[in-house]
């Protein structure tokens, strides 16, 4: 057959790659180029926080010493760097687990463990249960192996586990865990409470699945008290544990080193890392050695320069959204993170409005309905404070609002 054509040659493609579909954020981002945007897409850290000259620093110490070049330049365990995972052992107690370094794997940002435990656990038609909205990420590296997705519910849901079981066996398949982002969740930036992690590791219980907790943002917290982590409230043992943590420097430091880790009980860990050996053999050692350096020499100091820079950011959008937003919108207020999502009231649809604010009003955000697994959700948008600079989110705000008045006014 020949499958070649006009746009190049393409082969018979594997059925998981229907489902693959590129990134709505990855895409937008692409807007930061264009001059005047004002730019609310993408939930990446601001370039003003990476500690350059420290960075400069590790890697000059690291190649001024032929012993460590040698080891840095060179193949690296699977596992990571050992005294990397160490510190992240440390780090980790800090939240209320304890556990050794045969407990973690380094992974190339969190993104690559939330790939691996989509292989490792997700055979096709088998269910994932995820919030609803979503981390649009997780719904990428999970589709791949072709699941079927259920909703966990919110407080007051009636759904019981029988229910959960009941639909993934409808399905043609097994629920296999439940994803959450618990502290300022990607989208939406709300925060689970104790009593709402009780109830998820309750039902992860009676299903016996695992609890995938998804925690990249939560050193950013500007307001309240920090909540226990979902594995900390999972019992003394972190290899009886069925909490699989995923972490990320990302956030913190600079995503451009890709340094993220996987906290979990050993046998997970082992049967992670054999998809590890089978994906890249290791991450580089390199950067590995760089992250150790920041992490010993200034990571309090970091998380405290971020916090200082962004929450400024929450307060400004925050202030301009109840100064501007018309009746009927609606919107989280984040205790930390990166996020706050807006609700549109009904029958808007945010990828046409997306359209219109960036032709009209140089301003970009993320459409909400790309964080559903049913692709519900067409009134829901995704604003970022991480980037744009105090003046320009409350001008962003102002002419959004502006604009979503108008479009108010089409459906009334």
Aim: proline fraction near 6%; aromatic fraction near 8%.
């Amino acid at each position: 057959m020949n499958i070649a054509s006009k746009t190049g040659y393409s082969p018979r493609l594997a059925d998981r790659m229907e489902g693959m579909k590129a990134s709505e954020i990855r895409e937008l981002l692409k807007l930061l180029d264009r001059p005047g945007i004002i730019a609310f897409a993408g939930g990446i850290p601001d370039p003003v926080l990476f500690p350059q000259d420290e960075v400069r620093r590790a890697y000059d110490a690291v190649l001024s010493d032929s012993a460590q070049a040698a080891a840095a330049l060179q193949y690296s365990v699977s596992e990571g760097d050992p005294e990397l995972r160490d510190w992240i052992c440390g780090y980790m107690a800090e939240r209320g687990v304890t556990c050794t370094r045969d407990n973690i794997l380094i992974t190339s940002g969190s993104q690559q463990g939330l790939e691996f435990l989509g292989k490792y656990l997700l055979s096709p038609a088998d269910t994932a249960l995820v919030a609803a909205p979503t981390y649009l990420g997780a719904l990428q590296a999970f589709s791949a192996n072709q699941p079927t997705y259920d909703l966990l519910g919110g407080p007051g849901t009636n759904r019981t586990a029988a229910s959960y079981a009941a639909a993934a066996t409808a399905a043609g398949g097994t629920a296999k865990f439940a994803y959450v982002v618990p502290d300022f969740a990607n989208p939406s930036g709300e925060t689970m409470d104790v009593a709402e992690r009780r109830a998820l590791l309750a039902l992860a219980t009676e299903l016996d699945v695992p609890v995938i907790e998804d925690s990249p943002y939560v050193t950013l917290r500007y307001d309240g008290a920090h909540q226990s982590a979902l594995q900390s409230l999972d019992g003394d043992d972190i290899n009886q544990s069925r909490v699989i943590h995923c972490g990320s420097f990302s956030k913190v430091f600079t995503p451009g080193l890709r340094v993220g880790w996987v906290c979990a009980a050993r046998p997970v860990i082992e049967k992670l890392t054999l998809i590890k050996q089978a994906s890249d053999l290791s991450s580089s050692a390199m950067n590995q050695k760089v992250m150790l350096h920041l992490a010993r020499t200034r990571y309090n100091q970091q998380v405290t320069e971020a916090i200082a820079h962004y929450r400024p950011k929450r307060d400004a959008m925050l202030d301009a959204l109840r100064t501007h937003m018309p009746d009927g919108v609606t919107w989280t207020e984040p205790e930390g993170g990166l996020f706050v999502w807006v609700t549109l009231p009904d029958g808007m649809d945010c990828a046409a409005l997306l359209s219109e604010c960036v032709e009209k009003d140089d301003v970009a955000f993320v459409p909400g309905h790309a964080f559903f697994a049913d692709g519900t959700g067409r009134n829901t948008l995704r604003l970022s404070f991480s980037l744009p600079p105090l003046a320009d989110i409350r001008r962003g705000i102002a002419a959004l609002a502006a604009r979503i008045k108008v479009e108010m006014l089409k459906i009334a």
